[in-house]
Nanobody, 119 residues
Framework: QVQLVESGGGLVQPGGSLRLSCAAS????????MGWYRQAPGKQREFVAS?????????TYDDSVLGRFTISRDNAKNTVYLQMNSLKPEDTAVYYC???????????WGQGTQVTVSS
């Protein structure tokens, strides 16, 4: 089983930057995706970005963050990062780390970290 802990959230001005980190404990086996979702008050949780590791590697972004956010993963440290630049007020949400293990179709979730973008 996998346990995920997020960090790096906070308050930032529009146009500013934050870097989120998610450290995973346990073994992430086989083809898998580490990524980020977010949930704003009164809204459903939505996909932000993901990085797949397996026979092929693939990075995917939601259109709302494309060109502004960068996802990366350090497999030696079992950690995934989300560099967020040019932040907008609509980016305000709780950001959740996610691991999707394809074998068995298992999902693991962190507790979330708050990101607030305001003047």
């Amino acid at each position: 089983q996998v346990q995920l802990v997020e960090s790096g959230g906070g308050l930032v001005q529009p146009g500013g930057s934050l870097r989120l980190s998610c450290a995973a404990s346990g073994t992430i086996a086989g083809i898998n995706t580490m990524g980020w979702y977010r949930q704003a008050p009164g809204k459903q949780r939505e996909f932000v970005a993901s990085a797949q590791k397996g026979a092929t590697d693939r990075i995917t972004y939601d259109d709302s963050v494309l060109g502004r956010f960068t996802i990366s993963r350090d497999n030696a440290k079992n950690t995934v990062y989300l560099q967020m630049n040019s932040l907008k007020p609509e980016d305000t949400a709780v950001y959740y780390c996610n691991v999707h293990q394809w074998y068995g179709d298992y999902h693991y979730w962190g507790q979330g970290t708050q990101v607030t973008v305001s003047s």
